[in-house]
């Protein structure tokens, strides 16, 4: 692991053992973090170059503050070793280019680290979909949000938040929840975004990076998405919804989207509403690093840096407009 804060230590790393993987070694220069490594017998390093010279790395994850992906991707790339990079690509676009161009010229199997595909309730809403479950989609509609305010620390003890950091971080709230949705859309409909707006609040918390935000777009097929995600939504809020709208039913999430296994999923058609099943003890980081490991062995896998560039590429043209409206 290339960072190991709180995402990393507290759900990646449990979700790689349940995968059955072994989190070796850990690139992060902080005393803390690395104390904390090495409590857990794993071996800890300042940088992730030496730490892929060590020998003990087959595969990597990146989960540093967002302008820091850069420099652990490119190392994993010289190395030959596959990445798994936290999403978003990077704080910039410059950088996320810069990744895309590695990846390609070194043939190092990258994934973007969007979890939200691999929760099994949107497994079970895709396959629905693509069975017809609710004929031709309409409309995806989410709303994705929780509570992060200038002093926040993931673990309590006033370290920087840099999420709230607009050079770590190459935004706020939007950059940091809504390319989760915009990707999972794309996935449950099975095409692409070709158009994306977005309106950005700087409303409650005071950061000079926005805490809230709408995007619409659609595909070139015509289907709709609208998404709001914040910073400035209590936890104990109803927070976290996922809609799929056809042409025959209604596919509804709840508490889905987030790093924990379970939610609910139901599926609308006329008066009639029944219950999906799925593995609601499976979180969706421990599916995405099964997959990842699955993938990194020879075997057919979603992961794609081109797509995942592309979608880069349309966020950052509509995220650059709204800041210019902010």
């Not at 850069?70 to 676009?93: S, Y």
Request: charged share 20%.
């Amino acid at each position: 692991m290339a960072g190991f804060g709180w995402v990393a230590r507290d759900y990646m790393a449990p979700a790689i053992e349940a995968a059955g993987g072994r989190v070796a070694a850990i690139a992060d220069p902080s005393p803390l973090a690395q104390a904390s490594a090495e409590s857990a017998s794993i071996f800890a390093f300042d940088d992730t170059a030496a730490m892929l010279a060590s020998g003990e790395v087959d595969l990597l994850y990146v989960a540093t503050p967002n302008n820091a992906h850069l420099g652990p991707v490119l190392a994993a790339c010289r190395a030959g070793v596959p990445v798994l990079c936290e999403k978003p690509i990077a704080a910039t676009l410059a950088d996320a280019e810069a990744i895309g161009r590695a990846v390609a010229d070194s043939g190092v199997l990258y994934g973007t680290a969007f979890d939200q595909r691999h929760h099994p309730a949107h497994r079970a809403m895709c396959d629905l979909i693509a069975d017809g479950a609710i004929g031709r989609p309409i409309a995806v509609r989410i709303v994705y949000a929780c509570w992060v305010d200038p002093l926040w620390s993931a673990d309590g003890g006033g370290a920087p938040n840099w999420r709230a950091d607009p050079q770590a971080a190459g935004g706020g709230a939007v950059i940091d929840l809504a390319l989760h949705g915009l990707d999972l859309a794309q996935m449950l409909v099975a095409e692409p975004l070709d158009r994306l707006h977005i309106d950005l609040q700087r409303r409650i918390h005071d950061y000079p990076v926005d805490d809230g935000g709408v995007l619409s777009g659609r595909t070139a097929s015509g289907v709709l998405l609208t998404s709001h995600v914040a910073y400035n939504c209590r936890e104990q809020l109803p927070r976290r919804r996922l809609e799929v709208l056809g042409e025959h039913g209604l596919l509804t999430a709840i508490d889905t989207m987030g790093q924990t296994p379970g939610g609910t999923v139901t599926l609308a058609r006329g008066n009639e509403q029944e219950d999906v099943a799925f593995d609601r003890d499976l979180s969706p980081f421990a599916a995405q690093a099964a997959a990842f490991q699955r993938a990194a062995g020879g075997e057919p896998h979603d992961f794609s840096a081109e797509r995942d560039l592309e979608l880069m590429r349309l966020f950052d043209r509509a995220y650059q407009e709204a800041l210019r409206c902010l």
